[in-house]
């Protein structure tokens, strides 16, 4: 798997402070959140979208859930508002993915597969539980 250029972790690095900034902000204290974790974008890899154009795939950890998320390689600033979710079929199966704005910053496809990190104790266990995600995700499911 090629790794990713600077300026897509760097992409990937402002997307998650938008996000950051624009759901969980100042405001820590949300029933479900979990004030140890942080917004992260881990184990991102190259991803061909359902139309043919490009984008990066990956772990996306908020203090409130880990999500799939895809990354369109032309993120026009635009998000493709009432558009039908996509699906991506991956090893272990197929994934809904649903268009999410982040304001002026631009726009990503996220499927939430876990919507509860109470129980993570640190960042480290989140990147690991990410990690683990993206094996799972990325191994074909027996039949």
Same mark, same amino acid.
Not at 73 to 78: A, S, V, Y
Not at 109 to 121: F, H, P, S, V, Y
């Given at each position: 798997?090629?790794?990713?250029?600077?300026?897509?972790?760097?992409?990937?690095?402002?997307?998650?402070?938008?996000?950051?900034?624009?759901?969980?902000?100042?405001?820590?204290?949300? *029933?479900?959140?979990?004030?140890? %974790?942080?917004?992260?974008?881990?184990?991102? !890899?190259?991803?061909? $979208?359902? @139309?043919? +154009?490009?984008?990066?795939?990956?772990?996306?950890?908020?203090?409130?859930?880990?999500?799939?998320?895809?990354?369109?390689?032309?993120?026009?600033?635009?998000?493709?508002?009432?558009?039908?979710?996509?699906?991506?079929?991956?090893?272990?199966?197929?994934? *809904?993915?649903?268009?999410?704005? %982040?304001?002026?910053?631009?726009?990503?496809? !996220?499927?939430?597969? $876990?919507? @509860?990190? +109470?129980?993570?104790?640190?960042?480290?266990?989140?990147?690991?539980?990410?990690?683990?995600?993206?094996?799972?995700?990325?191994?074909?499911?027996?039949?």
């Amino acid at each position: 798997m090629p790794a990713l250029s600077a300026d897509q972790y760097d992409h990937l690095r402002r997307l998650a402070t938008v996000w950051e900034r624009m759901f969980h902000g100042a405001d820590r204290s949300a *029933p479900r959140d979990n004030p140890r %974790l942080e917004v992260d974008a881990l184990c991102f !890899q190259p991803q061909t $979208l359902p @139309d043919g +154009r490009h984008g990066l795939l990956g772990a996306w950890i908020t203090p409130a859930s880990l999500s799939l998320v895809v990354v369109p390689e032309t993120n026009d600033l635009e998000c493709p508002g009432g558009t039908a979710p996509m699906t991506l079929a991956l090893p272990s199966g197929r994934y *809904p993915f649903r268009a999410v704005s %982040l304001g002026g910053e631009g726009w990503l496809w !996220q499927c939430e597969l $876990l919507d @509860d990190l +109470r129980d993570l104790d640190s960042r480290q266990d989140g990147s690991r539980l990410a990690q683990r995600l993206m094996r799972t995700v990325m191994t074909p499911a027996a039949d």
